[in-house]
């Protein structure tokens, strides 16, 4: 768990003063996702270089696991968190395996040990270890290089891991691919995380907790859900865009909707012949609705992980869930 109370920070530039954040109150969870979002220059790089000390706090403290931060060995600190950063900051003339061992070296751990750390790391990201062992950096494309950066920060196995803007300068599919398996690390190793994000979908996808900031100040606070169905102010509904209800739609899937309007049971009769379009379970609900939107029937077929039939999803579920009527969602969906 991180606590931030009252946390503020002004930096002085040229004898002036700029408040880069200002009083932030928030609690993130053990074992959390929290991403930090909002315009640039707002202070989450700040925020987030707090808590590993790499800039002072003015005013304030930050606690993780009910220690207070400051009251701890700047370097143990640094050594017990995880921190990737966009432009991966991997050392150019170390190997790739030099560069994850960095911390299990320090601390150290003996070669066997590391060796095969380095091989379990290179799987979760699904690199063969045999074939980067040797190379540098500079021989991998950008979305390998980001990769490695997250293994090296997870070497030591850290609970918190501090990751700004670790996947912003990537191409949106790539993007999108570590994303999700940043989310399928994530499931196993239950580290509390705090993610910087410029991207809302990428902190709708990614977040158990968001915090949006302007100016330094946390706007505001919670799930995706919470801030989607309940944007606390204009600023934030600006932030989040005319479409959060289809935004909405992507935290949610075909299950949670037809258990929301008791659909859900087996169908009855022949679906074998059913000849319009499909969709699983588990599909979210804004894929789910782009395909009702170009199935001629306005309805979809919906499948278990076996193709066994389970109902038929049609455009009325989605009013029902949302209240927004179908020809509407037709408009805001693309
Ligand atoms: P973000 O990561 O949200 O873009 P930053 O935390 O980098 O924002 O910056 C917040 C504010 O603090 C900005 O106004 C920025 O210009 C200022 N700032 C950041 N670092 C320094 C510094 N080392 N000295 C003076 N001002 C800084
Ligand atoms: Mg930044």
């Given amino acids: 768990m991180i606590t931030f109370k009252g946390v503020t920070k002004v930096y002085e530039r040229q004898g002036e003063k700029v408040k880069a954040v ?5 609690t993130v969870e053990k074992g959390e996702i929290c991403v930090l979002i909002g315009p640039s ?3 989450k790089t700040t925020l987030l270089r707090m808590v590993n000390r790499l800039v002072q706090i003015t005013d304030g403290t930050i606690e993780i696991g009910g220690t207070e931060i400051n009251s701890l060995d700047s370097i143990k600190l640094r050594r017990s968190i995880g921190y990737v950063i966009q432009q991966n900051g991997l050392f150019p003339n170390m190997t790739i395996e030099e560069n994850i061992n960095v911390v299990p070296k320090m601390i150290g751990w003996d070669a066997e040990k590391m060796k095969s750390r380095y091989k379990e790391l290179m799987e979760m990201m699904g690199l063969n270890h045999e074939e980067y062992r040797k190379r540098f950096p500079w021989e991998l494309s950008g979305g390998q290089q980001q990769r ?3 293994a090296r920060a997870m070497a ?3 609970p918190v891991m501090l990751m700004d803007e670790p996947f912003g300068a990537l191409d949106p599919v790539i993007r999108e691919h570590l994303q999700n398996e940043f989310l ?5 190793m239950k580290k509390t995380v705090l993610f910087v994000s410029h991207d809302i979908d990428e902190a709708i996808r990614l977040g158990d907790k968001i915090a949006i900031f302007n100016r330094g100040h946390l706007m505001q606070f919670g799930t995706p859900d919470d801030i989607l169905s309940n944007p606390k ?8 865009g005319s479409d959060r209800e289809i935004k909405r739609l992507s935290l949610l899937t075909v299950k949670d909707l037809l258990k929301k309007v008791a659909k859900l049971g087996r169908v009855k009769g022949n679906t074998q012949e059913y000849s319009g379009d499909v969709v699983m379970l588990e599909t979210d609900l804004r894929t789910a609705l782009s395909v009702l939107l170009s199935s001629p029937t306005g309805e979809a077929l919906v499948v278990d992980q076996n193709n066994d039939p389970y109902g038929i999803l049609s455009f009325s579920d989605f009013q029902t869930l949302t209240g927004v009527h179908p020809s509407k969602l037709q408009t805001i969906v693309r």
């Fill in 22 to 26: 200002d009083n932030v109150n928030m």
């Fill in 148 to 150: 490695i950066g997250v």
């Fill in 184 to 188: 399928r690390i994530q499931k196993d």
């Fill in 41 to 43: 220059g707002c202070g």
């Fill in 156 to 158: 030591a196995d850290p």
């Fill in 233 to 240: 102010n204009d600023f934030i509904r600006d932030f989040i």
